[in-house]
Each structure stands twice: as C-alpha cells, then as structure tokens.
C-alpha cells in the first residue's frame, strides 16, 4: 500500500550499498556494551511490538516502506519461516533490534537493524550487530529443514545514522554493490506524529 503523501514528495537521489559476508569466519567480534545491555529474541509474533521498535529506530532516518501496513501484513512478515527479530535491552528497556529473513538458497538478510536514538553512540550498535549476525549464520539450527546459510547480506543507504556503514564495515561485511536510487523526498515520520516537527 502506498502512502498518499509520498506519491505527492519530490524526488531525490539516495545512494544505497549492498553488502554482504560469505562465510562465518568473515564475521569479526565488536568491544563488549556496557554492562546492563542483553539480546533477547522477541519469540511472540506481535506486530505492536515489531512497529514500535520499527518506527522508534527509523523515525529520524526516514524508515517509511512498511508505515502503510495493516495489521495483517505486520503479522505475516513476523511469521514468514525463518523470520527472527532480535531485541538489544538496555536494564530492562529496549534499545534496538535486528531482523533476519531467511531466504531461499541459503541466504539470511538484515532486513533492518538499528538503535533507537536515545542508545546510539554507547557501543550497543556493535555488539547487537555481531550478536544478530551470528545468530543469521546459525539460523538453520534453530529453523529444522532449512538449508544451512551460506550468505548474509543488508543494505544500507546515505539516510542512514553517521556510523552505520562503519559499523558494518568493521563487523567484517565487504561491498558487493552500489545503486544510486530516486525516492520521494518524505519528511522524517518519527515514532509518533510530530515526533521531529
């Protein structure tokens, strides 16, 4: 479902990167957070949840694509095989998330990962990154009959937080593509209405 007022945006040019690991030992360890930070997998399909995590880390770097769905689709993204969202708690409140879609052939995508802002720059990013990483390598483990992975690739966008690409970069993912994209110029939605006004 498309947003009206998107339709309506100017457009502008976004550069989007693909990246990718091509094998477990690519995966390389990040500096341990600070003490009180866990990694929980969100076991319940609960599209609340999952929209809430999603507009509370992409409000301020224009995640909009999924916005416009219902209920119903929020629930079948959640239970597609292979699916897993995995939440960074930070004493008990959640700090972040990184979602993992199994796709055929053996390949995991990082469908989105991220920090709410209030828990950037604090060494979680690093540490949710490698821990959600891992976890697409040993997928299949937790997912019986699925092909075991043999890549996990994500992409990233100019959009994104100052530091995401670094943050990649260092938990050992390597270009494999670069696509300049035209995308409506849409104001940042934040995770409730007039969040960023």
């Not at 599209?47 to 995640?63: K, M, Q």
């Not at 994500?154 to 959009?159: A, G, M, P, V």
Request: glycine content about 10%; hydrophobic content about 40%.
């Amino acid at each position: 479902m498309s947003d009206p007022a998107l339709s309506a945006a100017p457009l502008r040019d976004v550069t989007v990167w693909y990246l990718e690991q091509t094998s477990p030992a690519d995966l390389k360890p990040s500096a341990a957070p600070a003490a009180g930070v866990t990694v929980v997998r969100s076991r319940t399909a609960l599209p609340e949840f999952s929209r809430f995590l999603y507009t509370a880390v992409g409000g301020d770097i224009r995640w909009t694509d999924r916005l416009g769905l219902s209920y119903a689709g929020w629930q079948e993204i959640l239970e597609r095989p292979g699916a897993e969202t995995w939440v960074a708690y930070e004493d008990g409140t959640p700090a972040g998330f990184i979602e993992l879609d199994a796709q055929e052939g053996g390949a995991v995508e990082i469908a989105y990962f991220g920090l709410i802002p209030a828990f950037r720059g604090r060494r979680i990013g690093g540490h949710l990154l490698a821990y959600g990483v891992a976890r697409a390598w040993d997928l299949a483990e937790r997912h019986p009959g699925r092909k075991p992975t043999e890549r996990v690739w994500l992409h990233t966008c100019s959009d994104d937080g100052p530091h995401a690409m670094d943050n990649y970069l260092a938990r050992g993912f390597r270009l494999a593509e670069t696509r300049i994209e035209r995308e409506a110029d849409a104001a940042n939605p934040g995770p409730w209405p007039g969040a960023y006004a």
